[in-house]
């Protein structure tokens, strides 16, 4: 597993927590060089 999948499922997890009721898309740019990550609702 790479960092950035790595960083994915930790703000999957912790928006699943913090946010029980709620559904978010996480997706993640740029895996190699400087990675971002955006989460919204669909």
Do not use: D, H, R
Not at 7 to 14: A, H, S
């Amino acid at each position: 597993m790479n960092i950035a999948n790595l960083i994915k499922n930790n703000w999957e997890c912790y928006l699943s927590n913090k946010y029980p009721n709620m559904k978010f898309n996480v997706e993640i740019y740029g895996e190699y060089f400087e990675p971002w990550v955006t989460f919204y609702q669909p």
